[in-house]
Every structure is written in C-alpha cells, then in structure tokens.
C-alpha cells in the first residue's frame, strides 16, 4: 500500500476491502500513523470495510500530512458524529488552504442548520477567507452571510475619465481604447462629441457612428473586488440606431451577458442605463461603451457620465459599552453548546471528556491571556502529548462562538482556581 505504482496501492486497497480482510485492521490502523501514502490509502481501506473508528479517523484529521488530513475530512460522513468529528478537529481553521477548503466543502454537504450558517458566517469574517474565491463559495453553499451589516451605500467611480473631459493626442478620452469586433467598411467612426445638444453634462461626450452595421466598443480598464456587488451605469443617447444588435449599451467585456445594461435602440434622447451585478473574482475588466454588442448596429450613439460603483455594505457600529461576560452563561457553553461544547474533550471536576487536559486548577496555573490565546489559536501552545502531532485537534474557538460566547467562556475558565486544602 506503500507501493510507488498507484495501480499496485488501489490494486491492494481493493483486494482488501472486497475479500473483507479484517485480519489486517491492525495493521492498517498502525499504518495510516506512519504517513505517506500508505497512511492514506490505509486510511480508504479501513473506510471500506467499515473499520475505521473515532480514534483513528481523529488522529489522521489533526496529522501533520496535509494530503493525509485532506483525506480524512473527505472520509466523514454526513451524520451527527461526522459532523462533530470536523467540529472538534483544526480542520476549519487549517494553514493550509487546500485543506480548509475540503473542510469548508465538508461543512457545506452536512444536513443544513442554524449552527452550521452560524460558523460558515464567522468563518467569512476572516479576511482569507472572504478574499479567497473558492473558499469564499463553499461558505456561501453553507450559508454564510456577512454579520453586522445594517445596510449598504454606493462608493466613488471606479472609471477613470468618466465623462470624457479629458482628450488624448489620438482625439479619444484619456484612458479609453477601441476595440471593433466585427467592421464591415471604413465608415465606424470613434469621436468626442463637442455640440451641446449631444452633451449630457460638462463639454464633451463620446460618440460612436457609422453609415454600415459594425460591433465596436471604447473601453477603460478597472480592478474589481471578488465577492463584491457593483451597479454600472451611463446615460445614452441615439440617433437612428438600427440592427441585430443589443443597440448602444454598457458591458463588462469578461462577465457577458452576467454584466450588461439594457441596450437603447432607434432615436431616443437621453436615457439613463443601468445594471446591477457581482464579480466572484479579484482581477481586472475591461468596461465597454458598445455599439452593437451581440450582433451589429448602424447609426449614432452617444454616452455621458458613465459609471461603475460598488456596492459597500455598512457595518453596525460596535457598542461602546464593554462586553459583560459571565461565568454562568460561559459554563453553560463549555457544558451544552452543541458545536463547541468544551466537555466533550476536557475534565473539569471528574466529568467530561479525555481527549484535551483537564481544567481543573487552569486559572491558577495560567494566566487570562495564555487561557485566551489557547481558546482562539489552540496549536500556538500545544499541550502536553499534542506537541509530538504538532497540532492541536481542537478548533480556533473564534470561529464557533461570537464575542460574546467567547468572553462567557473566558469568564468561566477563570473562575477554575486551584482548591485550597
């Protein structure tokens, strides 16, 4: 299984788990310690014949391997258990993203809940993650929404020489450039527009023409955001504007039909175009006065204080009255919360799990901010016996409890004193 012929490791995975050889589950669990990819396919062996138990499946979630935690996430299940193994692994949190984000596709195929939304919405705080295209969809697929958000507003234009004041040597506006697609004769032309009827606001306009049907465009460059909603718009005008084509209209060249206006057609006066979309990826666009677009038009078209904003949502202001944590409530957590319930994994008093250090005495032993690093980033300070893994199986506790199920926590840890005798 250790074989460097992948046909030879299947071929002996399959064999396995078709004979049933159960003989060999020790082995195969003494295996997927030992890594590589004998650890992995050990890993599907024990899976397939239905012998792959808790402590196994746990200890390959928190292995230094990524390859070898990525196949681990893969292997759980949809059930209540499984769901709770990904919970109480680092998994959500993992360095590396490739493996974050085969938890973050894990955490999306799981039965919906209110607990599931609730940490895909924290998770989406996290500016990497929330960068991050792919991570980013698979939180959406869980159902994560941004927190705090009271409402949106329209930020500045993001189009350089929006009105066209400004005029190169070419007599184009500044920061524009042609792009034709399709040109059947010498007669398209590309121009600023001086006459005051033709003019929306300020001295000039853009103005496209031509006696024969063409597809043509001018167009500026701009950066936009992943995950971020923008509105483009313009006022156009037409003369005559005749032809299979969507008219005279704005579009995002990269998004298609995803990110275009209405397209104004015939002789019309001044109208204002408008459209609303998403970009899912950081990367630069190209936005296009077009004059034809999807087919080819004839006639006069003119554009004027064109834009593209976007979208940014307003944040509810934090409280300026400090958080009022209380033991009580941060107990009730630590014994009950379903997701991230401390007892399933610590001791406190004789009651409670085996898996992390009793808690007994911790206030007294540690001081708040090592207890509270060891809450949001648990393999910063590994403990005892976690040291030799390198990791920690438990989850950055930031991304299942708020601010303020975080204090409640904290406060109750500190009220873990050594007994006096």
């Given at each position: 299984?250790?074989?460097?012929?992948?046909?030879?490791?299947?071929?002996?995975?399959?064999?396995?788990?078709?004979?049933?050889?159960?003989?060999?589950?020790?082995?195969?669990?003494?295996?997927?310690?030992?890594?590589?990819?004998?650890?992995?396919?050990?890993?599907?062996?024990?899976?397939?014949?239905?012998?792959?138990?808790?402590?196994?499946?746990?200890?390959?979630?928190?292995?230094?391997?990524?390859?070898?935690?990525?196949?681990?996430?893969?292997?759980?299940?949809?059930?209540?258990?499984?769901?709770?193994?990904?919970?109480?692994?680092?998994?959500?949190?993992?360095?590396?993203?490739?493996?974050?984000?085969?938890?973050?596709?894990?955490?999306?195929?799981?039965?919906?809940?209110?607990?599931?939304?609730?940490?895909?919405?924290?998770?989406?705080?996290?500016?990497?993650?929330?960068?991050?295209?792919?991570?980013?969809?698979?939180?959406?697929?869980?159902?994560?929404?941004?927190?705090?958000?009271?409402?949106?507003?329209?930020?500045?234009?993001?189009?350089?020489?929006?009105?066209?004041e400004e005029v190169g040597g070419n007599k184009l506006p500044t920061n524009w450039s042609e792009r034709t697609y399709s040109r059947r004769n010498p007669d398209l032309k590309h121009a600023i527009e001086t006459r005051k009827e033709f003019v929306k606001s300020g001295k000039n306009s853009l103005r496209i023409s031509a006696d024969t049907r063409h597809d043509s465009s001018l167009f500026a460059r701009v950066r936009l955001k992943a995950g971020r909603k923008y509105v483009m718009s313009a006022w156009v005008r037409t003369d005559n504007l005749q032809g299979t084509g969507n008219g005279a209209l704005l579009s995002v060249h990269e998004l298609q039909h995803a990110a275009k206006t209405k397209g104004v057609k015939k002789t019309s006066?001044?109208?204002?175009?408008?459209?609303?979309?998403?970009?899912?990826?950081?990367?630069?666009?190209?936005?296009?006065?077009?004059?034809?677009?999807?087919?080819?038009?004839?006639?006069?078209?003119?554009?004027?204080?064109?834009?593209?904003?976007?979208?940014?949502?307003?944040?509810?202001?934090?409280?300026?009255?400090?958080?009022?944590?209380?033991?009580?409530?941060?107990?009730?957590?630590?014994?009950?919360?379903?997701?991230?319930?401390?007892?399933?994994?610590?001791?406190?008093?004789?009651?409670?799990?085996?898996?992390?250090?009793?808690?007994?005495?911790?206030?007294?032993?540690?001081?708040?901010?090592?207890?509270?690093?060891?809450?949001?980033?648990?393999?910063?300070?590994?403990?005892?016996?976690?040291?030799?893994?390198?990791?920690?199986?438990?989850?950055?506790?930031?991304?299942?409890?708020?601010?303020?199920?975080?204090?409640?926590?904290?406060?109750?840890?500190?009220?873990?004193?050594?007994?006096?005798?």
């Amino acid at each position: 299984m250790s074989h460097d012929n992948l046909f030879w490791r299947q071929t002996a995975q399959r064999l396995l788990v078709d004979s049933k050889r159960t003989d060999a589950v020790p082995a195969l669990k003494t295996l997927t310690t030992k890594g590589g990819h004998g650890a992995i396919h050990a890993l599907w062996t024990l899976s397939g014949m239905g012998a792959l138990d808790t402590k196994t499946h746990t200890a390959a979630l928190i292995s230094p391997e990524p390859a070898l935690r990525r196949n681990a996430i893969r292997a759980l299940g949809a059930d209540k258990v499984s769901a709770q193994m990904l919970y109480d692994s680092a998994t959500l949190a993992d360095k590396d993203l490739q493996v974050r984000l085969v938890a973050f596709t894990k955490l999306a195929a799981l039965p919906e809940s209110d607990a599931n939304k609730k940490t895909a919405s924290l998770l989406m705080k996290l500016p990497e993650n929330a960068k991050d295209e792919w991570l980013r969809l698979a939180l959406q697929a869980t159902g994560a929404a941004e927190m705090n958000i009271v409402g949106y507003k329209r930020g500045p234009n993001l189009l350089p020489n929006a009105s066209f004041e400004e005029v190169g040597g070419n007599k184009l506006p500044t920061n524009w450039s042609e792009r034709t697609y399709s040109r059947r004769n010498p007669d398209l032309k590309h121009a600023i527009e001086t006459r005051k009827e033709f003019v929306k606001s300020g001295k000039n306009s853009l103005r496209i023409s031509a006696d024969t049907r063409h597809d043509s465009s001018l167009f500026a460059r701009v950066r936009l955001k992943a995950g971020r909603k923008y509105v483009m718009s313009a006022w156009v005008r037409t003369d005559n504007l005749q032809g299979t084509g969507n008219g005279a209209l704005l579009s995002v060249h990269e998004l298609q039909h995803a990110a275009k206006t209405k397209g104004v057609k015939k002789t019309s006066g001044w109208v204002k175009v408008e459209t609303e979309f998403k970009n899912e990826q950081d990367r630069e666009v190209t936005v296009n006065c077009l004059y034809g677009g999807w087919g080819q038009s004839s006639g006069t078209a003119w554009w004027d204080d064109v834009s593209l904003v976007e979208i940014e949502p307003i944040y509810k202001e934090k409280s300026k009255d400090a958080i009022k944590a209380t033991a009580a409530a941060g107990k009730k957590i630590f014994d009950t919360h379903l997701v991230a319930g401390c007892i399933r994994c610590h001791k406190v008093d004789g009651k409670g799990g085996i898996v992390g250090p009793a808690l007994d005495g911790i206030a007294s032993r540690k001081d708040a901010d090592y207890i509270k690093r060891s809450l949001v980033n648990p393999t910063a300070e590994l403990a005892e016996g976690f040291d030799k893994l390198g990791a920690s199986p438990m989850p950055p506790m930031n991304i299942l409890l708020n601010d303020q199920e975080l204090a409640d926590v904290m406060a109750y840890l500190m009220t873990l004193k050594k007994k006096k005798k």
